[in-house]
């Protein structure tokens, strides 16, 4: 035609693509139509196209660009056609995971893939929440995560190693977030086919089992301590987590039915024209995603590092308890005198009972030493025992560095780390649950095996409720975050912060709920109850309530009266304190004690104590100061303590006027004899222990000390308890006689005691002033 210009080739190009776009469109819309109408017979007559041959969007289900779904179905069904708009790059494709979270979104609420996805969704999270709960229980208030007391380098970097898989492999996190981005834009855009609620649902639940699964990961890592452990935990809750895959795996193969296997059997994505608006929305929702992962390491991250410098610090685990060692002894201990000679020594473990503090580490886990026995704080010159990891047995042992099994060199060393007590092997460094939960080895010349250590710790909780006081075997400090009142003798004192105490059975103890006062005030009981009330209170300073306290003997005698010794240089109580327990004394004994006997004083009946007098020893026979033996066999009268010690001239001079001294050694009371001038200031009160005070020698000339002993008790007193002689103890280790020998009670009814208490100017128990 003549005056029309050549129309451009390019342009008549994109002229024709546009009307092929359209018609391809108009045709999209009647096919579907024409599905929706009757799904199952377009299926079947459907021939197949020359673009079911491109495997780039073979089952792929597009969505309506210009309007959205009228049918009550949420689903989408698949249209297989090739999308030629794609590869002009006009639309955006976002495939959805094989995933039963997927099904939340293509099916409707009431269908029966809908239901799969949510059940599949419950499993995973509800075996989250029953490991969290369960890892959570193992908790206290005061170590709320159940951390480890301690763990090791290697446990360390497996904890932050298992994080960051943990973090890597989980995926519903990032999934979710981007499934939520990709169908706000498809909804704004009113290019999809599914609902928006379905889309945020779906990927809520993805959000919600993401989550739950990097709190249990971070609670289960922090609370393992071997390093197996930590990735067997990893890879649990990942498999726990991908339950979904799972399920929807299965179903594909068609193992729920038919319908299921048709719901999982095509591949489903979004399919919706592109804008500027869009690609910047996806880049920011890709940059949000990213940040988002990275937060998750960060604070995952931060939080162990946080938990290992308070682990490191010793926040979870206990700096003070308190050990008690049974009766058992080691006739043979090798002990380094001041002199650096080597002496041959009975070891009453029981000695060595008592308060051990952390105090630095060895072979890198806490060192514990044992404090002196007055008020639990460390001793000057005494060198203590401690308790050690040794690195060489793989164990915790206790050892003094001037006690060895051996003096051989060669035995020593077979002999890991010089160990009076050892533990199994272990790397954990929790003491006091070691004690709990395995049985030790002990030696006492020869390996004893399967001996049980009682160790309690000292620290005062807010897990112990309303006790403000914890209650231990022996003196201790704690502090509570609370006032505690104590009732005496219709008084109430307000005992604030620090407290000391001795027996279980004090007071009547109430707590009231007031606010913290970081006052520290320390508070001592030396004795239970006393005809119903407490007799002896000592508070810090110049506090004090209470009136004296004397110990008589139960019935048989009213001339043998004890009293506390007074220690008037101490600043905190005015008495003797060691383990804690008051020093009862009587000055200006004389003679033999028959008081402190078991068979009382001779009188005219002779024949009923089956008694001879030597009328050899010197003091002109003077008849206090002669032994008594009973003949009989059944009595063990051939060992008596005074038949031994009083062959010596020392010892006969020392019966004209002695000090009968009742204190506590650790496990038992030893009532023993003493110069007359033995008082508070004869020795260092602070620096006293049983053992390096060689206060319980064994046999023979050795102990012309101990005349009696108690039976083992915790009790702030001896009043009630039972007391022995010992006799027998000189014959050999053969005999099957230990370091006690045979012990003959005081007293024959069982529970009477051998001592009871009285206030000055009171009475005794019968009624003797």
Known sequence: MAGLSPRDPDNAGAEEMKKLLSRVELLEKTVLFQRMEDPEQHKQERRPTEYDADEGIEGTLFCDPNARSTSNEDAILPVDVDDRRAKYDLYDTFELPDSTFTLLITHHFLSIPFFTGMIACALALMCLILVFINELEKGTIDNPFALPAGVTTEVRVAQFVGIIIGVLMEEEIPLGLEIMGEGIKHDESRGNGFKLRNILLSSFLRLTVGYFFLLTLFLTVIQESDVLAIFFDVLALEFVESIDDVVFALCKRGFFGHLLKQATGRSIAFVCKKSNEHDKFERSLNRFIRLIYFLNVGLMIAGLSVLMVQQTHGYYRCKSFSIQFGDETWEDAWVELDNGNMEKRLLVYSHFNGIYVENGTHDGKPRYVEQNKEDGHSFRSTIPAEIVYCEDAESWVFRHEKISTTLSQEDDDQNECD????????????????????????????????????????????????????????????????????HLNNQTVTIMGIARITNATVMEVSTASVASTRTLVKFFDVRVLCNQSVISVFFTGSIYIGVDVFLSLASKDNKTALTIMKDFADDTVDFVEIYGRPTYFARNMAGKPYGLLRYGYPDDDDEYFDVFYNSTIIDGGNSELVPHKHLDRDDFGD????????????????????????????????????????????????????FWANSFSGVGSKDNETLIISEPSTKGTPEGLSFYEMRRRNLPGSEGYGSFGVLIQLVDAEDAGFFHCVEAGGQDASGNA
Request: with cysteine; proline share 3%.
């Open 639 to 690: 060992d008596d303590f005074f038949r031994v010690n009083n062959a010596t001239s020392s010892f006969q001079e020392l019966l004209r006027n002695y000090t009968f001294v009742l204190w506590y050694s650790g496990r038992r009371w030893y009532g023993q004899i003493f110069p007359p001038d033995h008082a508070a200031e004869s020795f260092a009160e602070e620096e006293f222990h049983a």
């Open 419 to 486: 160990w009076l007590l050892l533990s199994p092997q272990t790397e954990n460094y929790d003491l006091i649950e070691m004690a709990q939960e395995e049985y030790w080895s002990m030696w006492r010349g020869a390996v004893m095996k399967n001996y049980e250590v009682y160790i309690t710790c000292n620290e005062c909780h807010r897990s112990s409720g309303t006790n403000a006081i914890l209650l231990f075997p022996f003196v201790f400090q704690c502090f509570c975050s609370r006032f505690t009142h104590a």
